[in-house]
C-alpha cells in the first residue's frame, strides 16, 4: 500500500544519493586507498579506472543532493508542526545529537571520518535560519556559495605568493593507516575516533564543503 503521506520521489532521490556516497567509500577502499602487493595490474588499473568513473559520474552531486533533501525535509516538518502550533527546533536539534551519536558509532569502523558528524554540526544552521525572510535566506546561501574561505585563501595567495595555507587533511589521514596495519582493534577503533573526525572535519573545512552544505 502506497503510504499517501510520504513523498516517493524524494525517498527515492535520498535513497540514491545514500547508494552513491557508499559506492564512493567503496571504490576508494574507504580512504584506506592501497592495493595489495600481489595485485596484477589489470586489477591495479581496473580499480583505478572504476574509482575515475564513479567520482566523474557522482563525486559532489550526490552529497548535494543528500544536503538539498535534508534541508528539504527540515522544511516540510517545520511547517508541519508550525501548522499545529508546535516549535520543531528542539526536536530537530535532538535528532542532530542522535545523527552525531550514531556517527561517531560509524566513525569507529570508518578510517577516515564520517559524513553524520559533519552533517549534524552544520545542520544546526537550519533552525537558526528558519524564520528569516525568503530573500535574506537566498542572500546567506549566495554568500556562502562564494566559497569565502577559498576566496579568502586567494586574496592571501594574491598579496602574498609564498603564502601557504595550512593542509590539516594531509597530516592527519596518513597517520590512521598504522592503526589499521596493526590490526590491532581497539587501536583501530581510538585512532578512527580522536583522529578520523578530526580528518574528516578538516577536509570539509579546507575543501569548501564547510560553507557549501549549509548554503544547499
Not at 583505478?48 to 566523474?56: D, G, R
Amino acid at each position: 500500500m502506497i503510504n499517501a503521506k510520504r513523498i516517493e520521489v524524494v525517498d527515492a532521490l535520498r535513497g540514491f544519493a545514500i547508494l552513491c556516497i557508499l559506492l564512493l567509500h567503496c571504490s576508494n577502499h574507504f580512504l584506506y586507498d592501497v592495493m595489495p602487493d600481489n595485485s596484477s595490474a589489470w586489477l591495479k588499473a581496473l580499480d583505478v579506472a572504476t574509482k575515475e568513473v564513479l567520482y566523474f559520474l557522482f563525486e559532489g552531486k550526490a552529497f548535494g543532493i543528500f544536503a538539498v533533501l535534508f534541508g528539504f525535509t527540515f522544511g516540510l516538518q517545520y511547517f508541519k508542526a508550525l501548522e499545529k502550533g508546535q516549535d520543531f527546533c528542539w526536536r530537530f536539534l535532538w535528532r542532530m545529537v542522535l545523527l552525531a551519536g550514531f556517527g561517531v558509532i560509524n566513525v569507529a569502523f570508518f578510517a577516515g571520518g564520517d559524513p553524520l558528524v559533519f552533517m549534524a554540526m552544520v545542520a544546526i544552521i537550519l533552525p537558526l535560519i528558519a524564520r528569516l525572510g525568503t530573500i535574506t535566506q537566498l542572500v546567506l546561501a549566495t554568500i556562502l556559495f562564494l566559497q569565502p574561505v577559498e576566496l579568502y585563501k586567494a586574496i592571501c595567495l594574491y598579496l602574498n605568493p609564498e603564502y601557504h595555507p595550512a593542509n590539516y587533511t594531509e597530516a592527519l589521514y596518513p597517520i590512521l593507516k598504522p592503526a589499521v596495519e596493526q590490526g590491532h582493534l581497539g587501536n583501530m577503533l581510538w585512532s578512527n575516533i580522536s583522529i578520523g573526525l578530526k580528518a574528516c572535519l578538516a577536509w570539509a573545512i579546507e575543501y569548501g564543503r564547510i560553507t557549501q552544505t549549509p548554503a544547499l
